[in-house]
Nanobody, 118 residues
Framework: QVQLVESGGGLVQPGGSLNLSCVAS????????MGWYRQAPGKERELVAT?????YINYADSVEGRFTISRDKGTVYLQMNSLKPEDTAVYYC??????????????WGQGTQVTVSS
């Protein structure tokens, strides 16, 4: 089992910045992908950004150019700049492991609240 612990959420004014962190522990296999999703009240969970294989990065259109994902082994970061009220959501860290047999497994953190408001 992989445990994911997020930190860095909070309240910020529009135009401000936050940096989220997520540390993975307990993995027996290679962590192939790490990333961030978010869920706003009354909405479905959506992709924010993912970091795969150490080199492939994917962003949602809504955050492209404002958010930056980075990864250092079992830790993934999300630098969020120029925050907007519509970025308000619970942000979830995710990790995907790959076993030697080629089986992929997904894990989720408990989530951290990000609120953008004046």
């Amino acid at each position: 089992q992989v445990q994911l612990v997020e930190s860095g959420g909070g309240l910020v004014q529009p135009g401000g910045s936050l940096n989220l962190s997520c540390v993975a522990s307990g993995s027996r296999f290679t962590i192939n992908k790490m990333g961030w999703y978010r869920q706003a009240p009354g909405k479905e969970r959506e992709l924010v950004a993912t970091h795969t294989g150490g080199y492939y990065i994917n962003y949602a259109d809504s955050v492209e150019g404002r958010f930056t994902i980075s990864r250092d082994k079992g830790t993934v970061y999300l630098q969020m700049n120029s925050l907007k009220p519509e970025d308000t959501a619970v942000y979830y860290c995710t990790a995907t492991t790959r076993s030697p047999a080629g089986v992929f497994s997904d894990y989720w953190g408990q989530g951290t609240q990000v609120t953008v408001s004046s």
